[in-house]
């Protein structure tokens, strides 16, 4: 029953160790770092350049990167054009993740990362089998002091089962955009990243502004451009 498998006893450690997400501006606007245990949920706009935060996590840390949507050699280019050579994607479909998520997941090395990207492929699945593969996903960074983030992109209609990922995720971190309305200048989109829960820490208190596209991953924004 869905009961069961929800009332999952492993529980990540308030007090243990962080992993970097591989941007010292984001490791130190979240207070050093993802906890150990945790499950992050990462919601964005569908057309933001959110991948590139997921690109620095899985580069600094021992990983896997996967993914549902673009093709591997997409996804490594993308990665290696921003200089995080270290991001090697593998392919996945949804049902077969979600049919055996245990054998998807085992062989996780320690102190290590998982990426889903996008989760919205595993959300469009039934309740039962989607809440199965949160609550081995959370059981197996746990048991390995890992992390995994999910990245949420906001569709439309929203995913069938979004509430369920950001309740059962441990920390629901949100891309926002503010868009230029001055018309005598060129487009411009300002990106901000904000902190919606954190189970496991200190909750930042401000928005972060960022840029993306730099080499070599995120940025802090120009407020003088």
Not at 140 to 161: E, G, I, K, W
Not at 199 to 211: K, Q
Request: proline letters at 9%; glycine letters at 8%; hydrophobic letters at 40%.
């Amino acid at each position: 029953m869905a009961e069961e498998r929800g009332s999952d006893p492993a529980v990540a450690d308030p007090d243990g160790a962080q992993l970097s997400t591989g941007t010292a501006m984001l490791d130190e606007w979240m207070s050093g770092g993802i906890h150990a245990g945790s499950v992050v949920a990462l919601v964005s706009p569908p057309d933001s350049p959110a991948e590139e935060l997921l690109y620095p996590v899985v580069d600094a840390n021992p990983g896997r990167y996967l993914s549902l949507l673009r093709p591997p050699t997409e996804v490594d280019r993308h990665a290696a054009a921003l200089g995080f050579d270290g991001v090697e994607a593998i392919p996945v479909e949804s049902s077969p993740l979600l049919n055996d998520p245990a054998g998807s997941l085992s062989g996780l090395a320690p102190e290590s990362v998982v990426v889903v990207d996008p989760v919205t492929e595993l959300e469009r699945e039934g309740r039962d089998r989607y809440l199965e593969f949160l609550v081995t996903l959370h059981r197996a960074v746990v048991t390995t002091d890992s992390v995994a983030v999910l990245h949420c992109p906001r569709m439309n209609p929203r995913a069938l089962q979004r509430d369920l990922t950001l309740v059962r995720a441990d920390t629901v971190l949100e891309v926002l955009v503010q868009r230029s309305t001055d018309r005598s200048g060129p487009p411009r989109s300002r990106w901000f990243l904000t902190a919606a829960k954190a189970r496991f820490g200190r909750l930042p208190e401000t928005a972060l502004a960022v840029e993306f596209g730099a080499e070599g991953g995120l940025g802090p924004a120009d407020d003088e451009q």
